[in-house]
């Protein structure tokens, strides 16, 4: 790739000489500099790994994070799968898997290796940079990129926006690389398509990789076509085996995850703002498939893809009945994703900024430098309309940066936007800003000048157009989630102090929400403190009698507390408000079943499995009742029913275990007990039991079902 400017062009007269040789050592060595820029991206990284460690969110993975945490040892240890079709893109629990095989799932080593990775997006900017700078610019965007704090945030969490950024940037490396050979074009194809299998919605980057080669003037047309086919082949050679896998074994066509219908639900349906919003009548935490939610739907059990497709329908439905609003939320969404406002989901790098370097030197945090972006994109693509062609190398890079990042724009605006979701394109947009930048110096020669107002006052209409203000951001709603996600998970450190703090700190930004004082309320509970839990809980409900989540929480909170009888009229009365609540109607039998009276608990049971009838902890219940009866054949068939709903449950596989056991069908029950071994190696019945079956031949349950 050619330097810009290219060598032996002069300075402009403003430009120092010094400056010009500068520019000259960096336009000759840029192998150099990129090492030079890979040891201080590195070196800022180790700065903030050494704070990061110590703090909960290295230690409590959340939400998406424990997913891929979990799913990367699942595959690790061979457990089966919990879905027909992968749910979340299966690039990052693969990675993850390796790393963890290599270095273990300690609190420094995983994100040392995620980090040091990350310290390669700095390089990878320069060297794609120098086609569209000036070599001392694209310097610059390259160590701006280095040290920009979310992105190194986002680099050591447990999510797949580190790799993704890397294979995109690597796809563009690829794609601008000096050789037109064909080989570089595979390579850039195979890139592609390790980034869609980080997200699917990558999937619109292909057709712009293919359609590079044709603007290329060195090359033939039939040189053209032959690096087109290489990209499209390398993608599909990275692709095709999981799109195969996946439409095997769920038995219809699935892409690459099952998640995609219930994303496109939540930036398109009715709820929709733009950002990711909470549907209601779904518990993520509890429910992160949607399956028992789409189980209540249709009354009928489903799996990860037919739950993916029920919200494709519904999404579908909703778009035909309200297409001008569709399309008006998709334009806000592209103007969002260039505003300049951070945009968390349920990371924000605020959260840890102040308990480590991300909040100061060398550190920068501002978005602010979007706005420039678009202005860049903005006036690339008049450029080019204006000429007809791009017809300097220079050009022809700006135009495929500007293109690459209005599709990858507009692929999270067909969803929502969130900071998390912006990473990967933060190498082009910092590139983008460069070029603004760049235009703006050039205006301040005595023959530019009428230029440099044109770019100053495009610079103003930017920065207008994408203030959150105009866009009408709440930005009171996503600190006060923020707050919340962050004392959740507090709350799963055990950091029950810390979580109430961060819940107050929630209530003073929307004092009136009824589910953060339901929060708190939770927190209370899991902290032991069962009788300001159950006043918590009471509280909420003078102000809020009819809500049944919080009668529920509150049956919840007496039964820690040892109070059934009285958690028995609250899970009633939760049910009385909403029949539909399933997680009720199976603690209701879990408190009859204790107080002794078992028709009532199996009815109750039956009751939940009516509304979602592949209910796992419902279908285990029900079977370990029916098995203390001394029904085995039907407890038998329980637990399996359980098991084919989830086949990761712990609680029934444990069952099952049990009843092998003591009908003494020693093979089945060995081959029970490593399977809940594979699934939980800390699982202290399932060792002892496995030990004496390997050993003697029998084993002892001690006490029966759970």
């Not at 010009?20 to 180790?46: D, I, M, S, T």
């Not at 009715?270 to 209601?280: D, E």
């Amino acid at each position: 790739m050619k330097s810009n400017p290219p060598r032996g062009t002069p300075p402009p007269p403003s430009q120092s000489p010094r400056f010009a040789r500068f520019e000259a050592w960096l336009a000759a060595h840029p192998l150099g500099v990129a090492a030079a820029l890979f040891a201080f991206a590195l070196a800022v990284r180790g700065l903030y790994l050494a704070a990061f460690r110590a703090t909960a969110v290295a230690h409590v993975p959340f939400m998406d994070e424990a997913f891929y945490r979990a799913e990367a040892w699942n595959l690790l240890r061979g457990a089966p799968l919990s879905s027909d079709a992968y749910f979340m893109t299966p690039l990052y629990p693969w990675f993850l898997s390796l790393v963890f095989r290599l270095v273990g799932d300690g609190p420094t080593a995983p994100y040392a290796i995620q980090l040091a990775l990350g310290a390669l997006s700095a390089p990878l900017t320069w060297w794609v940079g120098r086609g569209a700078l000036r070599p001392a610019l694209a310097l610059a965007a390259a160590a701006a990129l280095a040290c920009f704090a979310p992105l190194v945030f986002f680099e050591a969490l447990f999510l797949v926006e580190g790799l993704v950024l890397l294979a995109l940037l690597g796809a563009l490396a690829s794609a601008v690389a000096a050789s037109p050979r064909t080989g570089f074009a595979l390579l850039a194809g195979a890139f592609a398509g390790i980034a869609v299998l980080g997200r699917g919605s990558n999937l619109l980057i292909l057709p712009v990789l293919a359609a590079w080669p044709w603007f290329d003037p060195r090359g033939t047309r039939r040189m053209a076509l032959r690096r087109a086919l290489a990209t499209v082949l390398g993608c599909l050679l990275v692709l095709a085996p999981l799109a195969l896998r996946n439409t095997v074994r769920s038995r219809a066509p699935v892409f690459l995850t099952a998640n995609l219908g219930f994303n496109l639900w939540v930036g398109n349906g009715s709820q929709a703002t733009g950002i990711f919003v909470r549907v209601p009548g779904i518990d993520l935490e509890q429910d992160p498939l949607t399956v028992r939610y789409v189980q209540r739907q249709v009354h009928k059990p489903v799996t990860a893809s037919e739950a993916s497709r029920f919200w494709l329908s519904r999404t579908r439905a909703w778009v035909r009945k309200h297409p001008g609003h569709t399309l008006q939320l998709f334009a806000w969404k592209l103007l969002l994703f260039w505003n300049r406002l951070s945009i968390p989901q349920v990371e924000g790098f605020e959260a840890v900024a102040q308990d480590t370097p991300l909040g100061r030197a060398p550190f920068w945090n501002s978005f602010a430098f979007l706005p420039l972006a678009l202005l860049a994109s903005l006036t690339t693509l008049w450029s080019v309309l204006r000429r007809r062609r791009a017809a300097s190398p220079e050009a022809r890079v700006r135009l495929l940066l500007t293109v690459w990042a209005w599709l990858y724009a507009a692929s999270i605006a067909v969803f929502f936007v969130t900071d998390r979701y912006r990473v990967p394109l933060l190498p082009v947009l910092v590139i983008l800003s460069g070029i603004t930048v760049q235009d703006l110096l050039a205006g301040f020669a005595p023959e530019r000048r009428r230029r440099l107002l044109t770019t100053l006052a495009g610079i103003a209409l930017c920065f207008f157009i994408t203030s959150p203000q105009l866009l009408g951001v709440d930005v009171r709603r996503m600190r006060r989630d923020m707050h919340v996600h962050a004392a959740l998970r507090e709350a799963e450190a055990k950091r029950f102090d810390a979580a109430l703090r961060q819940f107050a700190a929630a209530r003073a930004l929307d004092p009136e929400d009824p589910e953060i004082r339901d929060g708190e309320a939770r927190i209370l509970s899991r902290a032991g403190r069962d009788s300001l839990a159950i006043t918590a809980f009471q509280s909420v409900l003078r102000e809020h009698p009819d809500d049944a989540r919080v009668w529920y929480n509150l049956g919840n909170a007496y039964r820690r507390a040892g109070l059934d009888s009285t958690a028995l009229s609250a899970y009633q009365r939760s049910l009385t408000l909403e029949p539909e609540r399933e997680a009720a109607w199976n603690q209701l039998g879990e408190v009859y079943r204790t107080l002794g009276d078992t028709a009532s608990a199996a009815d109750c049971y039956r009751s939940a499995l009516g509304i979602v009838p592949a209910y796992e902890q419902a279908l285990n219940n029900l079977a370990a009742l029916r098995a203390y009866q001394g029904y085995a054949s039907s407890a038998e068939a329980g637990f399996r029913a359980a098991l084919a709903a989830n086949p990761r449950y712990v609680p029934a596989l444990v069952n099952l275990g049990i009843l092998l056991t003591d009908s003494g069908r020693t093979a089945e029950a060995i081959r029970t007990w490593k399977l809940v071994l594979t699934v939980d190696p800390k699982q202290q019945t399932a060792r002892r039991v496995l030990h004496e079956l390997e050993t003697s031949g029998t084993g002892h349950s001690e006490g029966g079902m759970p």
